[in-house]
């Protein structure tokens, strides 16, 4: 998937990176979360010898998870860790035009309140997943009450986020067509901009900050 000439820069190599990380760890802690806690799932440990190997897997990818879900947040907080109103409101009321067909969707900057919604599930049950799951892995001397509260509070996390990682799979890929190049390649297509956060693009073009691919090239090859 190679950008093409006049496509708009959405994220740099950093995002993409984090994003990746965070996605990879997640879905792993996902399954093998699903293989401990469910019979029906535990066949996910055969391949890896066991349920105990499992509970191995699951604990060091949350180590891994952890800080990438730290990048997360210092680098989309600002953008998508903030409802912005009453703007995002309106476009709330008709979500989006993704439920009904709405002939006037309400402009949003590069994050609609939908994808900031997951962004903050993320962020808030990811805290508390790493966190109880430390607590859980390492009680120390910790008051048992406390430590037996940290199973119910992980499942929580796990019942909140994985719906809407399966959601953001679906609407990453087919439910949005051309949504999948920015995070593969970081550029997206001008249309797709247009539609999906137009109050982005015009803040960037009216602050000059828009990086479109093959302008670059073609400035220095003229200078």
Known sequence: MIPKKGMIKSTDAFERLVHWWLAITCIILILTGLGMMFHSFNFLGTPLGGLKNLKLVHNFTGLLFAPALFFAILIWWREAGVFKMPEDLEWIKVA???LWHVDDVPETGKYNPGQKAFFLAVA????????SGLI???????????VQWMYPLHALGMLVIF???LVHIYLGTIGVPGSARAIFTGYVTRS???????????????????EIYGEEKEEAAHG
């Not at 808030?124 to 966190?131: D, K, P």
């Not at 859980?136 to 406390?146: I, Q």
């Not at 797709?192 to 828009?210: F, I, S, T, V």
Request: with cysteine.
């Open 192 to 210: 797709w901009a247009e539609k999906q956060c137009p109050g982005w693009l015009k803040e960037m073009e009216e602050e000059g900050r828009l």
């Open 124 to 131: 808030i049950f990811g805290i508390l997943m790493v966190a």
């Open 163 to 165: 719906p809407f990682v």
């Open 136 to 146: 859980m892995w390492f009680p120390l001397s910790l008051p048992s009450g406390l």
């Open 96 to 98: 989006g035009g993704y």
